[in-house]
């Protein structure tokens, strides 16, 4: 299905992808509607749509199983000119256009190959998604893979603008590229350079990069299902340490003084003797 945005307004239409891709197009919005046995409609006119020519892959990406279609577009995007181009006199030149510069318009497609067809629920918008995916580059160079992460941990995101900032939690390729799965499904998926990293080189991904993956999706949910951290328990009070301070022996009792001995009394200071008186004197004769 295609749709058109003017060149300004492209950020706005990336972000609107599943609304746009759905609204401007019969085949799209019969994509709505169910036939008697609850699948969409959309799925039979799969086959009927046109292949989409896709760039020459290296060996090293894992061959498909025979038998499959040939890749099918999920949307495409055509970016037009600001400045369009009419009334023109035949006496111009054909290559008007290219002499005064104005690009011609140029498009890109989201296109898919089903391996394996689900036999889970309908994948469902706005839900998290589990998937387990290996992605590659054209030239057959893997640079991820959730098989290898520890315990081969599948990778689970919510579809849509779901961030802060109303952000994709993947690039929008992956994030709008699982539409028509079932739980249990196989899909091969090629996303043009302009609805992954765009221009910009990103960790080991060179910048303009079409991006190669193989998914399968594990599960759907309405709440993320990864496992949280258990919650650290709650410190244990630890009671102050009770200092108990030794009893201190009992100081032995002081013996009482032994009683000084009475001072016996001075004797009393023998008399002093008198002195004799003296003999009176002789007369004289």
């Known amino acids: 299905m295609?749709?058109?945005?003017?060149?300004?307004?492209?950020?706005?239409?990336?972000?609107?992808?599943?609304?746009a891709a759905?609204?401007?197009?019969?085949?799209?919005?019969?994509?709505?509607?169910k036939t008697a046995t609850g699948t969409p409609?959309?799925?039979?006119?799969?086959?009927?749509?046109?292949?989409?020519?896709?760039?020459?892959?290296?060996?090293?990406?894992?061959?498909?199983?025979?038998?499959?279609?040939?890749?099918?577009?999920?949307y495409t995007i055509t970016r037009?000119?600001?400045?369009?181009l009419t009334d023109i006199s035949p006496m111009e030149d054909p290559a008007l256009r290219d002499a005064l510069g104005i690009p011609l318009p140029d498009s890109f497609t989201l296109s898919y190959i089903d391996t394996k067809v689900g036999s889970g629920a309908l994948l469902v918008p706005r839900k998290w998604y589990s998937i387990q995916y290996t992605g590659y580059l054209v030239d057959g160079t893997k640079f991820d893979s959730s098989f290898d992460h520890p315990g081969h941990a599948p990778l689970t995101f919510q579809q849509g603008p779901s961030g802060p900032q109303g952000q994709r939690q993947v690039v929008p390729g992956m994030d709008t590229g699982l539409d028509g799965m079932k739980v249990g499904g196989k899909r091969r998926l090629f996303i043009p350079w302009l609805l992954a990293y765009g221009p910009n080189a990103h960790g080991n991904i060179p910048a303009k990069s079409m991006l190669i993956f193989d998914i399968e999706l594990v599960a759907q949910s309405d709440k993320d299902p990864?496992?949280?951290?258990?919650?650290?328990?709650?410190?244990a009070r630890t009671p102050a340490p009770v200092t108990i301070q030794p009893a201190s022996p009992a100081a032995p009792p002081t013996p009482a003084a032994a009683p000084k001995p009475a001072t016996p009394p001075a004797p009393a200071a023998a008399p002093t003797p008198t002195a004799a008186p003296a003999p009176a004197a002789a007369p004289k004769p």
């Open 2 to 19: 295609k749709t058109i945005f003017p060149l300004s307004v492209l950020a706005l239409a990336i972000a609107a992808l599943p609304v």
């Open 22 to 33: 759905q609204t401007t197009n019969p085949v799209a919005s019969s994509a709505a509607k």
């Open 41 to 74: 409609a959309a799925a039979a006119s799969q086959s009927a749509r046109g292949c989409v020519k896709l760039p020459t892959l290296s060996p090293k990406i894992p061959a498909l199983p025979a038998g499959l279609s040939c890749a099918k577009p999920l």
């Open 80 to 84: 037009i000119p600001g400045a369009k």
């Open 226 to 235: 990864s496992p949280k951290p258990p919650a650290p328990p709650a410190a």
